[in-house]
């Protein structure tokens, strides 16, 4: 289960996520938004249990956004007691709440804890100052190192921190640097994302008008070929394009989404995938809220896959994951051939040394990743 929380402090100029600055002294319209959550929360419940499709257990819980740390403790209590009362839960569930280094005490993190948050996600970005307030950051790197052992005081095992390559102006070297300091952290999870530009956003209308100086690109793969080098030197496993997690540590939440498992959205712009349709809600929180108080859904997009659109989904995400896709499995959950369905592409994509079979599992090659949105396309 997903929630999103669409407000954050103010609006980071690379940022196409849904989320809209919160102006100071409007608390009232947040907790409008969590009451409207929970009223959409018992909605779906009604409908599952209508439809038969029911789970018997939600696996794992994401609050993200946005910034869900902007949320008071009394608003996350009320998330996590309003959606565990409408859905059943396993008791072991990972239930990971999106954080912003900086500006979180000790107290809300143990209040977070004492509510069954287990995971926190943290936005550090990067440990340069000058780059961290180039990206419109609020926190300096001091702040966000300060923010994981508090979170290791209040108990947290399970870390996950974001860091972004690509900047502008970056060199390599800066990057090694907030590397190496992130793994001096030892969190259990890192997730390093290359910057991409929307056209929507602040840098997107920087880079149309020639003032956005990005690294050249055979220094963003050399970047990417040295983070894969030093973090599986360091002990972590890289098991996702973009990801990459000590033993034990992998994303459970997140290994939903690749393996193409279904999944309920919860909030303005959240989207849903449950079986083999699927949605997703208006990004507009005032007409979300509005809704879902009048009892209706807030979708705006729905869409049901045929299984061979489903099949196609399932490998194009299956195959950010670093162990590939099981073709026999496949044939199983969906009773087509893969093979049948795309083996000029297939063949294509082998030939070209992007691709790689082995032992019944289709992945990408080391030059395969490089060039992933290439590969996911052909089966589209
Ligand atoms: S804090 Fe995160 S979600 Fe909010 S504007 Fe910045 S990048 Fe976007």
């Keep these: 289960m997903y929630i999103h929380i669409p407000f954050c402090l103010r609006k980071c100029p690379y940022c196409d996520f849904v989320s809209y ?5 409007s608390p009232g319209s947040v907790q409008q938004y969590v009451d409207a959550v929970l009223q959409e929360a018992s909605l779906r419940k009604d409908w599952l249990e209508a439809e038969g499709l029911m789970p018997e257990a939600f696996h794992s819980l994401y609050i993200g956004g946005g ?6 403790s009394r608003q996350i ?12 839960f396993q008791p072991d569930a990972e239930v990971t709440l999106e954080a912003n280094p900086g500006a979180i005490c000790r107290d809300e993190m143990l209040a977070w804890r004492h509510l069954g948050i287990n995971r926190l996600s943290l936005g550090v970005q990067s440990l ?11 926190h300096t790197a001091e702040e966000a190192c300060q923010t994981v052992q508090e979170a290791r005081r209040a108990g947290f095992a399970n870390l996950s921190l974001d ?5 502008p102006g970056q060199s390599i070297e800066q990057w090694q640097e907030t590397l190496a300091g992130a793994v001096g952290l030892r969190p259990e999870h890192l997730s390093c994302y290359e910057l991409t530009i929307e056209e929507s956003t602040s840098y997107g209308r920087l880079q149309a008008q020639g003032k956005l100086a990005l690294p050249p690109e055979d220094e963003v793969i050399a970047m990417l070929q040295w983070t894969r080098q030093y973090l599986t030197d360091s002990g972590y496993e890289h098991y996702e394009i973009s ?14 989404y690749w393996e193409n498992r279904w999944y309920l959205g ?8 449950w079986d083999g349709r699927r949605w997703g809600s208006t990004a507009d929180v005032e007409e979300y809220i509005h809704r879902v108080a009048v009892g209706s859904f807030p979708e705006t997009y729905s869409e ?3 299984k061979k659109g489903q099949l196609g989904e399932t490998i194009m995400l299956g195959l950010r994951l670093r162990e590939g896709v099981s073709l026999a499995d496949l044939e199983v959950r969906f009773g087509l051939s893969v093979w049948g369905i795309w083996e000029a592409e297939i063949a294509g994509l082998v030939e070209a040394g992007l691709l790689e079979l082995s032992r019944g599992r289709l992945r990408l090659t080391d030059r395969g990743l490089l060039l992933a949105s290439r590969v996911q396309a052909a089966f589209l």
């Design 21 to 25: 600055p919160l102006s100071r002294g």
């Design 67 to 72: 910034t869900p740390s902007l949320l008071g």
């Design 77 to 88: 209590a009320q998330l996590l007691e309003g959606v565990t009362e409408c859905f059943p």
């Design 128 to 138: 340069d100052d000058c780059l961290l307030a180039r990206l419109g950051r609020m």
């Design 163 to 167: 860091l972004m390559l690509g900047l």
């Design 243 to 256: 990801n990459y997690a000590l033993p034990g540590y992998r994303s459970r939440h997140n290994q939903i």
């Design 266 to 273: 919860l909030g303005a712009a959240a989207f849903s995938y």
């Design 304 to 306: 049901r896959l045929d």
